[in-house]
């Protein structure tokens, strides 16, 4: 397993889950989730290379819907949602770069 | 195009092709171009809390049948997350196959008999469209962005081919013949203009032999011709860069049309961890072999069989010939070929009638059953129609339907039966019998002669062919 | 005060109305809410609409269901059409959802009427329901403590008697945890018994609906009507729902019931010695009970806590200030989407994505969340070694019984202990409940939990049935 959490981890982490944090908040979760990990670190006692990973606890296999169109939601109800909505659609500030 | 001596380009390209499916991948929405903004919504496609994804049935027989048109090996697969945040993505994250895609380990052979590997062929969610406002419309310079989620949650399947093309020329062949492939499989329309397929291409130059280059990819593509042109300008751009002693880096570009070059969008970096994992709100998909047989047997013959099926009922067929081929191919018509043929008519002409007079009124031949067309060219090869008559009607049927007989009648044509054309020759040698003899005598010259004085009698309706074969008759 | 069986018998006798039941439970909302903090939001108007519809339809002679007029409570995590939901986030700023979660359609379709939105930690994440936004909930029999978490607000709703019946969700232990602290029956059904749809997700692969209740009878009665196959959830079991009330005094005679050593090792000395004193009642009630160990139980809080807030990371990631809830200005999108994370997300609920966004990005994910999801494989196959030999597992629910508030607030680590021995069932998939036995300090309740194999709900409340009338309450 890898070395300590570094600040500079949970500073890429945060840019990453878009949270901004202070510098007190930075040392505050380095060091809580550097402990969250330490603790983690209880999965080496145990061999695990010829083990397979479980994803999820439930087994069933090819859940499928036919292909039929059901209504909608109304318009006016989503967008009456929206922090802003211009021209029927969902507005936000300008956008940096595109998209991946 | 050709590169400068001593260099080889090398080109993958990833494909985006949106599904023919009534509904979305994962919700019932209306998997429809065109509507009203933020009308085909609903809480699993704008991705509200607590909203949950149900695979779509027809996407992943869709999907199934372009891989096995690709001659891929279908595999039991996984949906994963790809996370990143970006507002056109209502989720903030895409549903997308990664380590175990349903198609993987196939091939497409382009008609010039090279052949490109494919990667893989996966299924994934479409994202929605946003409208920046401000600036030049264009993303750069935008004040604000209007987003519309209609698109958001489309099927699409994406298909990656190998790094196996070497020309742009050969790219654009690969793009359109996958797109006849995809449009045969009925799994997509291959509107390109609609952004139903999209490519990315991802381009590298190197000495022949030599490793890889470092690539680019240049992304969302929508032509075949701005694929060709976008490939070719990144190709010669990275070779002068490294002729001038430069380096490629490894980014994303953007494609101008209008200046006919390529553009930095973003330099690969850290941001680039999408931190993958299997969605848990979906299950395994394995199609079983019933399940895959279904999908096969329903499965229509691909553009290349069905070109050579055509090619075949040809005798020695020229350049223009296989160019008409290829547009009665692209165009599915190959059904009014198959039918004069085996009617014993001439498949050459049905061909160039097709390639010609229905390819002009494609968006009609819904009026026009095979049997009318059949019945068209015998006409015209029995003379009972000149080839102008025999467009004439080809037209009109294709316009408002109703049996070509009938409107040759209508139109005078049928004057020109075998039986009227007899009879007028017949006036016309009695009428000149020193023009008959000197023909009866060898100066075939005098054909003209008669068939001047028929087109006279009928008001040029009737065929030169049809008229030496009753002279030829009489002689 | 009433079981929800005994107002669903009575409302479609016509010895009640559910209009009456309504206003006796709005009477005790309206006398201890303000002190207990148990309902963000109290739906006078829609629920006295929905009791007068009862008691209309009861007139006419209709059978308005198995649940006809009970008032219930609903976890603030449920989505109910134009009722505010939250999930005790201010991210969620004045939301409505225009559409129902299946299971509050179940509920509204089987006669229940639905009260109100119960607090909980922030997304469900904690133990004691003091990471809300809306302040803490105060546990109704010592409001110096907390009723446990996150579904502290719907443990507190019947610990209170405001209502017979509530819904949780469970993805650690947040049904069962704040059953056992707040004197309660609580269940975690099956994964897929009971569908997520409309359950705002914490962990997906770990999330299950289920109910509390003051009887075994009345958890069974409405987990009967919750569960069974839904199609707009694609991990719901296909088959329909089991038949549970009418297994509920099928007592234990017979079944092998193994006594986990990890499920109450550690914990304080009372909560031992009310596990113990359940085994001997199983015993006395027919029951083979065998003392078992199952060592890689050990390893299922570290899994846990990689594999849930990995999940957690994606699943909160859409609360980016576009579509809906809050939005704090900025100059482009980005700075948008930050500032509006950054203002609307709770300590807590940052820490948790921080800690799966690390567990997932590259470099990283084999050595954390890859390593967890095989520790996940070796507790289901410990799990179902276990089940080969007994038919039902017993241990404790929580290590104490109800603490004061703030005493673990410190430190995530002290918190997150309080889950240690209800995590393993959920990183199974298999069922669990919680029910009352004995008394630990200041005659506080303790729980005891009893788990089996998938699909094994029957089975599971036969058992706390028998404990049930073992602890007194006939
Ligand atoms: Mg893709
Ligand atoms: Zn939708």
Redesign the pocket.
Known sequence: MSDALSRDDVAKVARLARLVLSEDELDLYTEQLGQILEHARDMNSLDLTDVLPTAHPFGVTNVVREDVVTP?LDREVVLAMAPHAVDHRFAVPRILGEAP | MTLPDGWEMVVGLEVHTELLTRS?L????ANHFGSEPNT???????GLPGSLPVLNREAVDFAMRIGMALHCTIAPSTFHRKNYFYPDQSKDYQISQYDLPINSGGYLDLPDASRVAIERAHMEEDTGKSTHLGGSGRLAGADSSLVDYNRC?VPLVEIVSGPDIRSSAQARLYAAELRGILIATGASDGRLEEGSMRFDANVSVRRPGAPFGTRCEIKNLNSLRSLQRAIDYEALRQIELIDGGGVVRQETRHWDENRGETSTLRVKEDADDYRYFRDPDLVDLAPDQAWQDRVRAALAPMPAARRAAVVALLAAPSEAQLDAVEVVIDLGLERYVHGVAAAGGDAALAVARVANELAADVDHVANLPVDAFVSTLAMEQRGELSATQAKTVLGEVLRHGGDPRAIAAARGFEQLSSDTLGATVATLIASNPDEWSRYRDGDDKLAQFFIGQVMKLTRGQANGKAVIAELQARR | MKSATQIAADVRSGTSSATAELERTLTVIEQRNAELNVFLYVDVEGARAAAAQIDARVARGEDVGPLAGVPIALKDNLCQVGVPTTCSSKILDGWRPPYNATVIERLLDAGAVAVGKTNLDEFAMGSSTENSAFGPTRNPLDPSRVPGGSSGGSAAAVAADMTAVSLGSDTGGSIRQPAALCGLVGVKPTYGLVSRYGLIAFASSLDQIGPFAKTVADAALVLEVLAGHDARDSTSLPEPAPRLVAHVNDGVAGRRIGLVRELFDGADESVVASVRAAADALRAAGAEVVEVSIPELALTLSAYYLIAPAEASSNLARFDGVRYGLRVSAEDVTAMMEATRTAGFGAEVKRRIMLGTYALSAGYYDAYYGQALKVRTLTIDAFARAYQRVDLLLGATTPSVAFALGAKTADPMTMYLNDVFTIPTNLAGDPALSVPFGTGEAGLPVGVQLLGPGRSEARLFAAARVLEIADGRP
């Open positions: 909608s | 979305k994962f919700c019932g929405c085909n919504i609903c809480p699993v496609c704008l949650g």
